[in-house]
C-alpha cells in the first residue's frame, strides 16, 4: 500500500471495489435463480466465478505488492500484465454464452444504474488529486469528463429503461458515449505514466496504479466500466430484435 495516501481515500476505494464485487454477485444469484437454474449447478457457477474473481485479485495484488508493476522504463510496459487479462476478461465475458443467457432476465435498468458507481470514482480520483498523488488531467477538473455517465446513469435508467418515456435509443448512445469517456480517461491515464510512452509530462505522474490496492483501478474498476455499457447495449439490441 502506498504510505501515502490516506486512509480515508484508501477506505473510500475499497468501499468502491466491494460494491462492484457485491453487484455481480447479486445479479448473478439473481439471474440464476430467474433461470430456475437446480441448485447444486447455481452453487458451482457462483463458487467458479468467486474463484476466477479471487485469483485475479490475488495475482494483480501481488504484482502490486512485488513491485513488478513499478519499472516504467521497460519495454513493453509491465503494467501490461494487468491490462491485456482485463481486457481479454471483458472481451470473454462478453461473449460467453452463460453471460448471455443471464441477460435475458435481468432488468435492464441495473446495467446502467450501476454505473453511477462512477461519481464515487471521480470523487475518489480527485481527492487523488488534492492530495498531489495523481495529475490533474485525471480528474473533472482536467480532462476526466467520466462524472457525466456516473451522473447521468439514473436518469437514463429511470425515464429509458424503467418507465419507458424516452426511446430505448437513448439508451444505446449514453451507453457508447460512456464507452467513450471511459476510453478517454483510460488513455489519458496511460499517457501519464512515466516512461517512454508519457506525453502529459506535468507532475506527478500516474504511478500510484503500480501499487497495492489501486492496481484493482486499471484491474477491476476499469474493466467492469466497460463490461456494463457492451452487455447493455446487447441487452437493448436484443429486446429490439
Same mark, same amino acid.
Request: net charge positive.
Given at each position: ?7 480515508? $481515500? ?5 468501499? $468502491? ?19 430456475? $437454474? ?63 443467457? $443471464? ?75 460512456? !464507452? ?7 488513455i489519458v491515464a496511460i499517457l501519464s505514466l512515466?516512461?517512454?510512452? %508519457? ?5 506527478p505522474s500516474n504511478t500510484i496504479v503500480a ?6 483501478i486499471p484491474g477491476v474498476i476499469v474493466p467492469?466500466?466497460? !463490461? ?9 439490441? %436484443?429486446?429490439?430484435?
Amino acid at each position: 500500500m502506498n504510505p501515502n495516501v490516506p486512509f480515508y $481515500i484508501t477506505a473510500l476505494f475499497f468501499l $468502491i471495489v466491494i460494491l462492484l464485487i457485491t453487484s455481480v454477485f447479486y445479479a448473478l444469484n439473481y439471474g440464476l435463480s430467474k433461470l430456475e $437454474i437446480p441448485p447444486q449447478k447455481k452453487k458451482f457457477t457462483i463458487l467458479l466465478t468467486s474463484l476466477f474473481l479471487g485469483v485475479w485479485l490475488f495475482i494483480s495484488s501481488w504484482l502490486a505488492l512485488s513491485g513488478k508493476l513499478l519499472d516504467f522504463t521497460s519495454v513493453p510496459p509491465k503494467m501490461l500484465l494487468i491490462l491485456i487479462p482485463s481486457i481479454l476478461a471483458v472481451i470473454y465475458i462478453s461473449s460467453s454464452t452463460r453471460v448471455n443467457l $443471464i441477460l435475458t432476465v435481468i432488468p435492464s435498468p441495473w446495467l446502467v444504474y450501476v454505473q453511477s458507481f462512477r461519481v464515487l470514482v471521480e470523487v475518489f480520483l480527485w481527492l487523488m488529486f488534492l492530495q498531489n498523488i495523481i495529475p490533474k488531467q485525471m480528474t473533472f477538473e482536467g480532462i476526466n469528463y467520466d462524472m457525466l455517465t456516473g451522473l447521468s446513469a439514473p436518469l437514463i435508467a429511470y425515464f429509458a429503461l424503467s418507465e419507458k418515456k424516452w426511446p430505448r435509443i437513448v439508451t444505446i448512445l449514453w451507453n457508447f458515449a460512456g !464507452l467513450l469517456l471511459v476510453a478517454n480517461i483510460t488513455i489519458v491515464a496511460i499517457l501519464s505514466l512515466p516512461g517512454p510512452m %508519457r506525453q502529459f509530462f506535468n507532475e506527478p505522474s500516474n504511478t500510484i496504479v503500480a501499487y497495492f490496492p489501486f492496481v484493482w483501478i486499471p484491474g477491476v474498476i476499469v474493466p467492469f466500466a466497460f !463490461l456494463m455499457h457492451i452487455l447493455s447495449i446487447k441487452q437493448i439490441i %436484443r429486446n429490439y430484435n
